[in-house]
């Protein structure tokens, strides 16, 4: 148990669905993560946010939308998605962005598009 | 960029040492992170290394030399619960910099 949750741990969805991951600290962060984990790759960071503004959008498709109610929530939209997005989506949080915080992250919600 | 480069897997017999290499090589350099990810769990933090050197945490061990773009992650006295995937990650060096640059991890297997 990191102190980072995720919701749902498994999702199979449609191309046409919208779907939206959830993802929680209890930590106390300022910084939270959304990461993409594919086979054999090494993790991709999708989106940063501190104290709930983003500060990095890495080039992510715009059927990911991404939304950070508050420092300790932090949501993945998806619509649309193709096959190729199915993956492993890890949120991880720390102390602040910037330093040598490590990162924690959660176990992870496994998406399979359809 | 940056370029993260450790192998695929390693086989290694309960009681022995395995040593797990990274190499990178990026535009900037602002310490180096070493994580354990078990198959279905979240990847959990294990060392930090900026300087060079070896830095000691009970059985695992993290070396890094910065002129050689170069680190290890060292697991001694095996045991069945350390199969798992070991993750290498760069900070860079700019001025807001946040960004991890992972490797694809390396997956160790342990046997009896």
């Known amino acids: 148990e990191t102190g980072v949750t995720q919701t749902p741990r498994h999702l199979v969805m449609g191309m046409t669905n919208k779907k939206s991951l959830k993802c929680e600290q209890h930590?106390?962060?300022?910084?939270m993560y959304w990461y993409k984990q594919s086979a054999k790759k090494p993790l991709e960071l999708m989106f940063v946010?501190?104290?709930?503004?983003?500060?990095e959008n890495n080039s992510v498709p715009s059927r990911f939308s991404p939304e950070c109610p508050n420092s300790s929530h932090l949501f993945l939209h998806l619509h649309t998605l193709q096959p190729e997005d199915s993956a492993l989506y890890l949120c991880?949080?720390?102390?602040?962005?910037?330093?040598?915080?490590?990162?924690?992250f959660g176990p992870g919600t496994r998406l399979t598009v359809t | 960029g940056q370029n993260i480069d450790q192998p695929t897997e390693m086989t290694a017999t309960e009681g022995a040492i395995v040593q797990i290499n990274c190499t990178y090589q990026?535009?900037?350099?602002?310490?180096l992170f070493w994580y354990q990810q078990h198959a279905g769990e979240a990847p959990t933090f294990l060392s930090y290394?900026?300087?060079?050197g070896l830095e000691e945490k009970g059985r695992f061990s993290s070396f890094l030399s910065r002129s050689k773009g170069y680190s290890y992650l060292l697991l001694k006295e095996l045991q069945m619960k350390d199969s798992a995937s070991y993750l290498c990650?760069?900070?860079?060096?700019?001025?807001?910099?946040?960004?991890?640059?992972f490797g694809a991890g390396t997956t160790v297997t342990v046997r009896a």
């Open positions: 991880a949080s720390s102390q602040d962005v910037q330093g040598t915080y490590e990162q924690y």
């Open positions: 930590l106390g962060h300022n910084a």
């Open positions: 946010y501190s104290l709930e503004e983003r500060v």
């Open positions: 990026t535009s900037g350099f602002n310490g």
């Open positions: 290394n900026v300087l060079d």
């Open positions: 990650a760069v900070r860079g060096l700019r001025s807001n910099d946040y960004k991890l640059s």
